[in-house]
């Protein structure tokens, strides 16, 4: 193992559990004890990935819908070891996500598995313009 490498969990895609910092995640939610039965499905957004309402959450708040996932992988950053033991590469990703009773979607801006952050259409599309205007005007 090389120092610029740092362990991480596997796991992949838009399971609760590696969402995001800073969201509830499962065993953050108060649960009762006993089985509690399935919530009502939500309606899903056009976009989401499952557009099954979500019915096998225990709770609301972990109803969520994900769109598809776009990753750019980072070329000049270290590959990342899993905890597998394979790596993996170092990527940006961004998706749309929306938890039931939201007001609206966010996009979800990230990098590797787990870190980043929602953002509303508003702020990631002043975000992705400033980007595209650093590398308009200084990209070679
Ligand atoms: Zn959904």
């Known amino acids: 193992m090389n120092d610029t490498e740092k362990v991480r969990s596997t796991g992949y895609g838009h399971d609760l559990n590696n969402v995001?910092?800073?969201y509830p995640q499962p065993e953050a939610v108060m649960t009762c004890p006993s089985p509690s039965p399935a919530v009502e499905p939500i309606t899903c957004?056009?976009?989401c990935q499952d557009r099954d309402g979500h019915p096998r959450e225990k709770v609301r708040e972990d109803q969520w819908c994900f769109g598809a996932e776009h990753r750019v992988h980072l070329s000049t950053e270290p590959s990342v070891l899993m905890s597998d033991g394979k790596t993996a590469?170092?990527?940006l990703t961004t998706y749309l996500?929306?938890?039931a009773d939201d007001t609206a979607p966010r996009v979800?801006?990230?990098y590797d598995e787990?870190?980043?952050k929602p953002a509303?259409?508003?702020e990631a599309r002043r975000f992705a313009v400033e980007i595209l205007a650093q590398v308009d005007e200084h990209g070679t």
């Open 45 to 47: 957004q056009s976009w």
């Open 114 to 116: 787990g870190s980043g």
């Open 120 to 122: 509303t259409f508003d």
């Open 20 to 22: 995001q910092e800073g």
């Open 108 to 110: 979800f801006i990230g």
């Open 97 to 99: 996500l929306r938890q």
């Open 89 to 91: 590469p170092t990527y």
